[in-house]
């Protein structure tokens, strides 16, 4: 869970959001503060996009939910210029909003680190995780229905796939990819004329809006494994990966290990073998066979019995814990890490703080309208 001066924070905008006095004051002072200088380009005048975008997230953070709905309220009076500009910018191909979002992380990290010091290494990690972005229009440029793991159905929409920085006290977004699911007939789970009726844009192959649709196309752990390497790129150290058990998977782990970096997420209860004493097991049959071994221990602070082995995933030596409830008929849990050192309370503890994540998508789902976009340009 996020910790408690974060959440006092939301508080307080909660708050703030239904005093309309005091946001709308607040709102305007910080709309009437941007300058919006004007570029010549060509025969064309345009306003400078660091001033729109800057915009964009102020509108957001008023609650507003579309552009023309800020047009006709009251901070649009105080706009030089009419919708077509603000549209202008959210449809743009060439704006690098992976590179604007990652400067923005790093900036807050650098704040937190010099003026509260709070930044540790040993719990720095990164999380990585989806979230359903459901959608009611079927005329959204690749629309299709995605698989929602909360409710169990197909549902209309698309998943954003996140890259999040834990440095032990915050949560910090670093990158985001949007995906689409092809499924088993390659249509989305639409019919032939529900396809037609997509919008569609053309792009120039060197624009960043044409490789962000080619990335839509993509599984989800090739990108997070990008984001990842982006990350690592630009700076933001970390000890441990914390993923769930739909992004485990034999590349996330190798890239974990020539990282030096600890991955700790769930097996999947699949078909997949562990090597264990010389034979071959799955995770379901390893817990039936380790359910009564010998080094099976009880912590009573979590109130757990729990087990760990090392196991050989192909190829890779790794450490997997099993963890059951005192309780009579609760089912065995597992928890694997390529750390070795790692012991199972704290392999636990550290898996645990994954929840942060999950916080921070109900917030931005909440407070910014994450995911509420009503144009039918991907890129918007």
């Given at each position: 869970?996020?910790?408690?001066?974060?959440?006092?924070?939301?508080?307080?905008?909660?708050?703030?959001?239904?005093?309309?006095?005091?946001?709308?004051?607040?709102?305007?002072?910080?709309?009437?503060?941007?300058?919006?200088?004007?570029?010549?380009?060509?025969?064309?005048?345009?306003y400078?996009?660091?001033?729109?975008?800057?915009?964009?997230?102020?509108?957001?953070?008023?609650?507003?939910?579309?552009?023309?709905?800020?047009?006709?309220?009251?901070?649009?009076?105080?706009?030089?210029?009419?919708?077509?500009v603000?549209?202008?910018?959210?449809?743009?191909?060439?704006?690098?909003?992976?590179?604007?979002?990652?400067?923005?992380?790093?900036?807050?990290?650098?704040r937190?680190?010099?003026?509260?010091?709070?930044?540790?290494?040993?719990?720095?990690?990164?999380i990585l995780?989806?979230?359903?972005?459901?959608?009611?229009?079927?005329?959204?440029?690749?629309?299709?229905?995605?698989?929602?793991h909360v409710?169990?159905?197909y549902?209309?929409?698309?998943?954003?796939?996140?890259?999040?920085?834990?440095?032990?006290k915050?949560?910090?977004?670093?990158?985001?990819?949007?995906h689409?699911?092809?499924?088993?007939?390659?249509?989305?789970?639409?019919?032939?004329k529900?396809?037609?009726?997509?919008?569609?844009?053309?792009?120039?192959?060197?624009?960043?809006?044409?490789k962000?649709?080619?990335?839509?196309?993509?599984?989800?752990?090739?990108?997070?494994?990008?984001?990842?390497?982006?990350?690592?790129?630009?700076?933001?150290?970390?000890?441990?990966?914390?993923?769930?058990s739909?992004?485990?998977?034999?590349?996330?782990?190798?890239?974990?290990?020539?990282?030096?970096?600890?991955?700790?997420?769930?097996?999947?209860?699949?078909?997949?073998?562990?090597?264990?004493?010389?034979?071959?097991?799955t995770?379901?049959?390893?817990?039936?066979r380790?359910?009564?071994?010998?080094?099976?221990?009880?912590?009573?602070?979590?109130?757990?019995?729990?087990?760990?082995?090392?196991?050989?995933?192909?190829?890779i030596?790794?450490?997997?814990?099993?963890?059951?409830?005192?309780?009579?008929?609760?089912?065995?849990?597992?928890?694997?890490?390529?750390?070795?050192?790692?012991?199972?309370?704290?392999?636990?503890?550290?898996?645990?703080?994954?929840?942060?994540?999950?916080?921070s998508?109900?917030e931005?789902?909440?407070?910014?309208?994450?995911g509420?976009?009503?144009?039918?340009?991907?890129?918007?």
């Open positions: 869970m996020l910790n408690q001066q974060s959440t006092d924070f939301f508080d307080d905008l909660k708050t703030l959001f239904k005093n309309s006095s005091g946001l709308t004051s607040l709102i305007f002072t910080q709309i009437q503060s941007i300058s919006f200088r004007r570029l010549k380009q060509d025969i064309q005048v345009v400078h996009r660091q001033s729109i975008i800057r915009l964009l997230v102020l509108l957001k953070a008023a609650n507003i939910a579309c552009v023309h709905q800020s047009m006709v309220s009251d901070h649009g009076r105080l706009l030089p210029f009419c919708k077509d603000l549209y202008k910018v959210k449809n743009s191909c060439t704006i690098n909003w992976r590179s604007i979002l990652m400067r923005q992380a790093y900036t807050c990290m650098d937190i680190e010099i003026e509260k010091n709070l930044h540790t290494s040993s719990e720095a990690c990164y995780d989806d979230t359903d972005l459901p959608k009611k229009g079927k005329a959204i440029e690749l629309i299709g229905r995605i698989y929602s409710s169990g159905s549902q209309l929409g698309i998943k954003s796939m996140n890259l999040a920085y834990w440095s032990g915050h949560l910090l977004h670093l990158d985001f990819s949007l689409i699911e092809l499924g088993k007939k390659q249509n989305q789970g639409l019919k032939k529900e396809l037609a009726k997509r919008f569609v844009k053309l792009r120039d192959v060197t624009n960043l809006g044409y962000r649709v080619c990335e839509a196309f993509d599984k989800k752990t090739q990108s997070a494994i990008r984001m990842m390497r982006r990350a690592i790129a630009k700076g933001f150290k970390v000890s441990y990966i914390r993923a769930d739909w992004f485990f998977s034999v590349a996330l782990a190798r890239f974990a290990v020539s990282k030096k970096i600890g991955l700790i997420t769930r097996p999947k209860f699949n078909n997949w073998k562990y090597e264990y004493n010389g034979g071959a097991y995770i379901g049959q390893l817990s039936k380790l359910r009564y071994d010998a080094n099976k221990k009880w912590n009573k602070a979590l109130r757990m019995h729990h087990v760990s082995v090392l196991v050989m995933f192909k190829g030596e790794m450490k997997l814990f099993f963890f059951k409830e005192k309780k009579s008929g609760t089912p065995w849990r597992a928890i694997i890490t390529t750390d070795k050192k790692l012991g199972a309370i704290q392999a636990y503890k550290i898996y645990q703080n994954r929840w942060s994540i999950e916080v998508f109900k931005l789902k909440q407070l910014m309208r994450y509420k976009c009503q144009s039918t340009d991907f890129d918007a």
